[in-house]
């Protein structure tokens, strides 16, 4: 039986994607309020930005925002020694949990023990949590910076089960990346449900416990 779901942050239980949107808007307040822009030129600005962001991966904020700023020369340029404390003030202000999800955990929590094991800096993923109040849903949140290990290592995937008191065999892990949260709970023994809303094709050699499309879904694995 199960007798605890965990999850990961961005891109599972909150919508990285509109957070990216509102933290857009924010910058072009700051930097771009002077210079006229079209909703048309709005729209390509924020697909661009969106396309430096790569979803997080693989740049500093720095090389993020100095590859927009060449491209579309702001009014008001951030310097580079400020763009890491701008971001970091700003972006966990933005997040979002879609209220379905929040309904789907209080849904869980009637049944089973919940957690969030997350990859990133402490400042950043602990001021996403306190924002939406997720803290005063779940009863283990582990942060990779804070513990010194991060997903895939199963180590990470272990501490939060330890912090639960329940077995991996009694465990499952919902997450959006298959090479971080489903390989590293599968390694930890825990089985892990792939969430993929965008109908993503899995072209890796890992193999997902389940594929969910809706969070909503994840109910249906309570009883196993």
Not at 156 to 174: C, G, Q, R, S, T
Not at 183 to 201: D, E, V
Request: charged residues 25%; proline residues 5%.
């Amino acid at each position: 039986m199960i007798k605890t779901i965990m999850f990961d942050l961005d891109d599972t239980l909150l919508d990285r994607n509109k957070a990216v949107e509102a933290m857009f808007s924010i910058i072009m307040e700051k930097c771009y309020k002077n210079i006229a822009v079209t909703d048309i030129q709005y729209n390509n600005m924020l697909c661009e930005f969106k396309k430096y962001d790569n979803n997080g991966f693989g740049r500093t904020h720095i090389e993020l925002f100095n590859n927009f700023f060449n491209k579309f020369p702001p009014s008001l340029r951030i310097p580079d020694v400020e763009i890491y404390d701008f971001w970091t003030r700003n972006f966990p202000k933005c997040s979002i949990i879609p209220a379905e999800n929040i309904n789907t955990v209080l849904k869980l929590k009637e049944h089973v023990k919940t957690a969030i094991i997350s990859n990133g800096s402490v400042e950043s993923q602990r001021g996403k949590i306190k924002h939406t109040k997720l803290d005063e849903l779940f009863e283990v949140i582990i942060i990779s910076d804070e513990v010194g290990v991060g997903k895939p290592d199963p180590k990470i995937f272990e501490l939060a089960l330890n912090k639960l008191d329940v077995p991996p065999e009694n465990a499952l892990f919902m997450g959006d990346r298959l090479d971080k949260d489903i390989l590293g709970c599968q390694n930890a023994g825990i089985r892990g449900i792939w969430y993929n809303p965008n109908n993503l094709i899995n072209n890796t050699e890992i193999k997902p416990f389940a594929e969910i499309h809706d969070f909503a879904e994840i109910l249906e694995y309570i009883n196993l």
